[in-house]
């Protein structure tokens, strides 16, 4: 579902550099167009130490909101005019109510997401047994890299080293044994671990290994 906002505040008109931007709710399809937004401000800062090509990119957003639609919420996403997504980390009100003031950062930019990723869910028989893979997400932006590499030992075998790699998913998406990645070469990975998919100031992480 998609709403026109109706804006018409002085606000809207003083102001030059706005941009049109559309706001997207995190849990649906729904999306709403705001005809004028400003950046008021932006920062640009490492956010890990010690991580290279890591930072933080934050905006403040000020847009005019219609009361008559339920205002954004923490970890909804702003798509601005060059389809950037935003999340939503913070929201208050300016302006006697008139306008509202939206802090959000931008994960994509933070994570480097230069891959593009599918995620596959596992066809079971009634044995269990996994009989094929169907596609669940196609051209997700995503990022792979080595994490680790970890020894294992088996009984009466020669040890073996599996590499393991971390994958940054662009979109909070519920991952299990039954779910694989393809990267954009069609290797195939096996999810080991799956962590902070519920948080909205950071992207889920993936770890996984190949598939043989």
Not at 47 to 70: C, E, L, M, P, S
Not at 142 to 164: C, F, G, H, S
Request: glycine content about 4%.
């Amino acid at each position: 579902m998609s709403v026109e906002l109706n804006v018409h505040d002085d606000f809207s008109t003083i102001l030059d550099g706005a941009e049109a931007v559309t706001v997207k709710r995190r849990d649906t399809a729904d999306t709403i167009s705001v005809p004028k937004a400003w950046r008021f401000s932006s920062e640009v800062a490492e956010a890990t130490a010690g991580v290279q090509d890591v930072a933080r990119n934050d905006v403040i957003w000020q847009f005019i909101w219609d009361d008559a639609v339920d205002r954004p919420r923490i970890g909804d996403y702003i798509l601005d005019a060059a389809s950037n997504s935003w999340t939503i980390l913070s929201v208050s009100e300016l302006g006697a109510k008139t306008r509202l003031r939206c802090i959000a950062r931008n994960l994509f930019f933070v994570h480097a997401l230069v891959d593009k990723v599918t995620i596959q869910q596992a066809t079971v028989d009634s044995s269990g047994n996994i009989t094929g893979w169907t596609d669940l997400e196609t051209n997700l932006p995503a990022r792979i890299q080595p994490d680790r590499n970890v020894v294992v030992l088996k009984k009466d075998e020669p040890p073996t080293t599996d590499e393991i790699y971390r994958v940054v998913l662009g979109v909070q998406i519920p991952l299990t044994h039954l779910n694989r990645i393809v990267g954009p070469d069609s290797t195939a990975y096996e999810l080991i671990e799956y962590t902070q998919a519920d948080r909205i100031d950071t992207l889920p992480v993936a770890q996984v290994r190949k598939m043989s």
